[in-house]
């Protein structure tokens, strides 16, 4: 009940104060939230089951040109499981605390992700619009700037939050297979995806960065696991 109630505290104030931890209680806290996560997950396949099974609403289905045939199982589960919760949780949740160093990780994570899959530049050419804008920006953030930027923060709360929340659950929209006839049902496709947004950002504001990439990393790798065995 404390984590259903610290996450209404999150959703309505967009910030929760930091806990220290010993190593001990903060695998404690990974597990349980790994828990909560995945009876999430359970209780959204329930549902999707029976939106299918009522025959009334065809949902969209995960796109098939991510080009992701000519990897390896191996090379999938690296990419589902491990590097994709690093960039996510840099790009995403690293923000809601400010610091010059997030602000341009978070600049970096979303320029990216446009360019990579709204405009759909290849990687290698958005990794140098990505690396340039970046180093531009971090020359440019004086001081002062970092002084009006930090007030910002500390008084828009909510509002960052929600922002990266969103931006996180529709980045994952586009997944999937999208036209106009099925563009009413994108809030149920990031339902989870919110959800489980939501559960990252209270393990970030609550014990940090690192677990949050390791909580994850450990949900991403449970439902990436039979990719192993895809060879």
């Not at 499981?81 to 600049?107: C, D, H, Q, V, Y």
């Not at 939501?198 to 677990?211: D, N, P, Q, T, V």
């Amino acid at each position: 009940m404390s984590t259903l109630k610290n996450l209404w505290i999150l959703s309505k104030n967009g910030f929760v104060k930091e806990e220290k931890r010993t190593l001990k209680d903060s695998i404690r806290f990974l597990i349980k939230l790994f828990l909560f996560l995945f009876l999430v997950k359970i209780l959204y396949l329930g549902l999707t089951l029976l939106i299918n099974l009522s025959d009334t609403i065809t949902l969209p289905v995960i796109s098939n040109d991510f080009k992701f045939d000519r990897y390896s199982g191996i090379q999938k589960f690296f990419l589902g499981a491990l590097l994709a919760p690093i960039f996510e949780e840099l790009t995403f949740r690293l923000g809601l605390k400010f610091s010059k160093r997030n602000i341009l990780m978070l600049f970096a994570g979303i320029t990216y992700s446009i360019l990579k899959l709204i405009i759909q530049l290849d990687w290698n050419t958005s990794l140098l619009i990505v690396a340039m804008t970046t180093l531009t920006l971090g020359l440019i953030l004086n001081n002062k700037i970092l002084d009006i930027l930090a007030e910002f923060w500390k008084n828009n709360r909510l509002v960052i939050f929600y922002f990266l929340l969103l931006s996180f659950a529709l980045f994952h929209s586009t997944n999937y297979d999208l036209d106009f006839s099925t563009l009413l049902y994108i809030p149920i496709i990031m339902l989870p995806h919110f959800l489980a947004g939501l559960i990252y950002s209270y393990a970030r504001l609550k014990s940090g960065i690192i677990l949050t990439i390791c909580l994850h990393i450990l949900n991403n790798a449970l439902f990436a696991f039979p990719l192993l065995f895809a060879d």
